[in-house]
């Protein structure tokens, strides 16, 4: 009797501290999630909209009306978000920008069922919402995005990167595969190889400009390098072919390297005599890079604009080990 008598006097205890815990207000706040998740510390009011979802008052935020060149950076998480280049005055009282760095921002539904909202993709942080077909930019999107959210970095240099320009086919494809390779920051279509200034497309499927139709590719050194973007490239399209690439016939589709300095001349020889090892017929050239021409904007991100895949590209098209 007396044993049992103690069992129940000890369940009543355990009961008794399991209720006092449950009483206890977890902190679910930027400074306890931080310590784990090795965030910056957040201020009140930061944390607020960054991890409450709010908004801060219209024309208050300090990059509202910033106009200076560099890049926004997540201020939680520091995660590159934009670059200064795709903000725009949409006198809406919040930062707005036409564009994000490639990944760096996630779209959901937002809770009032009618809204988009945006978040870092790195770190869940609220960032404000994006609208689309109000023709504000060519672009026709607008990210509004809370200033709290965001550090700005005077001049992206402030930020490691470096470039690589590549060609191989029709540049919608190589764009597609660069675009989810690890460490890449942003990469850009147009046309390389040429004599003529500021060419269109037209011009350049023409082959009177001589050009090809090329990649430029942002990375972060840190999480990436030269060499693996170059064999990336040669592994996604097929170096052997002369002037075309799959079912695109023409001197805009060779295969080219275009190469900054010598470290990238010497990693892309490494690279295209691992594969003349192998048996292959190595067409790509090997030029230094000359000016890079932007391509015409309907030309940028098509695949992920349009939800298609590419048709002349292949993982592992060559096989370098």
Known sequence: MLNRFIKIMQLSWIWLILLVLAAIPMDYSSQSLGKNMKYNTLTPEEERVILHKGTEKAFTGKYTDNKEQGAYTCKQCDALLYRSEDKFDSHCGWPSFDDEIPGAVKRVSDADGVRTEIICSNCGGHLGHVFLGEGYTDKNTRHCVNSISMEFIPEIVAVKTEKAYFAGGCFWGLEYFFQKAEGVIETTVGYMGGHKDDPTYKEVC??????????????????????????????????????????????????????????????????????????????????????????????????????????CHYERSVVIS
């Open 206 to 311: 023409s082959s009177a400009t001589g050009h090809a139709e090329a990649i430029e590719v942002l990375y972060d050194p840190s999480r990436t390098n030269y060499e693996t973007m170059a064999k990336l490239f040669f592994e996604i399209h097929d170096p052997t072919q002369v002037d075309r690439q799959g079912p695109d016939v023409g001197d805009q589709y060779r295969s080219a390297v275009y190469y900054t300095d010598d470290k990238q001349k010497r990693a892309s020889e490494k690279l295209i005599n691992i594969l003349k090892d192998k048996g292959y017929k190595v067409a790509t050239e090997l030029v230094e890079a000359d000016t890079f021409w932007k391509a015409e904007e309907y030309h940028q991100d098509y695949y992920q604009n349009n939800g298609q895949t590419p048709n």
